[in-house]
Nanobody, 122 residues
Framework: QLQASGGGLVQAGGSLRLSCEAS????????MGWFRQAPGKEREFVAA????????YYADFVKGRFTISRDNAKSTLYLQMNSLKTEDTAVYYCAAATWVTSPIGPDEYRDWGQGTLVTVSS
């Protein structure tokens, strides 16, 4: 199971840190990702991280603003979001996979958290 938290209302230019706590599986074996879905839009890839944190992937629209990280000892995934923009408003989902060929594809991930809402006001 994945439990996402940390969403909320923030002004443009502000920061939030999302967390995703995993249970029931060995977290260090999982490839992890963050996706988001804005109203009326399809779910889109945000960031992903390898099992050992050695490799990270980012969507172009978050590069330099968001940082994905993980703490395998705490079975927790993070997404630090800085310089938030109104277009970052969405429900953010964490997702887990045991193996991926393409980290940006939502179909690669088997387990999903319930989502946490991020609202960025102007």
């Amino acid at each position: 199971q994945l439990q996402a938290s940390g969403g909320g209302l923030v002004q443009a230019g502000g920061s939030l840190r999302l967390s995703c706590e995993a249970s029931g599986r060995t977290f260090s074996y999982l490839f992890m990702g963050w996706f988001r879905q804005a109203p009326g839009k399809e779910r889109e890839f945000v960031a992903a991280i390898s099992r050992s944190s050695g490799v990270t992937y980012y969507a172009d629209f978050v590069k330099g603003r968001f940082t994905i990280s993980r703490d395998n000892a705490k079975s927790t995934l993070y997404l630090q979001m800085n310089s938030l923009k109104t277009e970052d408003t969405a429900v953010y989902y964490c997702a887990a996979a045991t193996w991926v060929t393409s980290p940006i594809g939502p179909d690669e991930y088997r387990d999903w958290g319930q989502g946490t809402l991020v609202t960025v006001s102007s």
